[in-house]
């Protein structure tokens, strides 16, 4: 069992960056690949980042690539995500979620464990 709490979420302008965070409680965070999604309103939940149990493989939908990066921290159960040159459709509820694998994956229907988000609003 794995308990998720996010972070760093809040209200920028366009341009702006933000760091999320997500402490991870239980057992063995090192064990588990760990995920970003994000929901707009009225949307559905899409993938944002993913990474892997130790950090060497990373994925990124291709509207964040090049300006998120997610890290994680096995020692302190927390894994990062760093949202760089933020755009308005960049606005969501962000969410963490945990796999019971060592192995990333884009697919939110293969994470077991999920945080209850924390909002992201994008001015102009």
């Known amino acids: 069992q794995v308990q998720l709490v996010e972070s760093g979420g809040g209200l920028v302008q366009i341009g702006s960056s933000l760091r999320l965070s997500c402490a991870a409680s239980?057992?063995?965070?090192?064990?588990?690949?760990m995920g970003w999604f994000r929901q707009a309103p009225g949307k559905e939940r899409e993938f944002a980042a993913t990474?892997?149990?130790?950090?060497?493989?990373?994925d990124y939908a291709d509207s964040v690539k090049g300006r998120f990066t997610i890290s994680r921290d096995n020692a302190k159960n927390t894994v990062y995500l760093q949202m760089n040159s933020l755009k308005p459709e960049d606005t969501a509820v962000y969410y963490c979620?945990?796999?019971?694998?060592?192995?990333?994956?884009?697919?939110?229907?293969?994470?077991?464990?999920w945080g209850q988000g924390t909002q992201v609003t994008v001015s102009s």
């Open positions: 979620a945990a796999r019971a694998s060592y192995f990333s994956s884009p697919r939110f229907s293969e994470y077991s464990y």
């Open positions: 239980g057992r063995a965070f090192s064990r588990y690949a």
């Open positions: 990474i892997s149990w130790n950090s060497a493989s990373t």
